[in-house]
């Protein structure tokens, strides 16, 4: 099982991004999902959830610009990021809990995204 993160890049302050995590392999379902964040100096931090039932929670920084979204037929999930700020400069990770072929279930990482926001 692997998971990819792609979509960041650098972008202007106010402007949008999205990002997008895809899963693959040999996998029989994948859970919950979400987004991460770590900015240089500081410890990573939860951005956005997505349950596989599509609820969904933020981080009280990003609430009312960022939308998490899913597509479970193709194990998917994209951030939508609007409104942009410098504090947003991170590198962005994609994680879901992926239950195998096999039966394992576990929690797996993709490899960051870094997004830059300029002032």
């Known amino acids: 099982v692997q998971l990819q993160a792609s979509g960041g890049g650098l972008v202007q302050a106010g402007g949008s991004l999205r990002l997008s995590c895809a899963a693959s392999?040999?996998?029989?379902?994948?859970?919950?999902m979400g987004w991460y964040r770590q900015a240089p100096g500081k410890q990573r931090e939860s951005v956005a959830g997505?349950?596989?039932?599509?609820?969904?929670t933020y981080v009280e920084s990003v609430k009312g610009r960022f939308t998490v979204s899913r597509d479970n037929a193709k194990n998917t999930m994209h951030l939508q990021m609007n409104s942009l700020r410098p504090e947003d400069t991170a590198v962005y990770y994609c994680?879901?809990?992926?239950?195998?072929?096999?039966?394992?279930?576990?929690?797996?990482w993709g490899q960051g995204t870094e997004l830059t926001v300029s002032s």
């Open positions: 994680s879901a809990d992926v239950t195998s072929i096999g039966f394992s279930t576990r929690a797996y």
């Open positions: 392999g040999s996998i029989r379902s994948v859970g919950a």
């Open positions: 997505i349950s596989s039932g599509g609820r969904s």
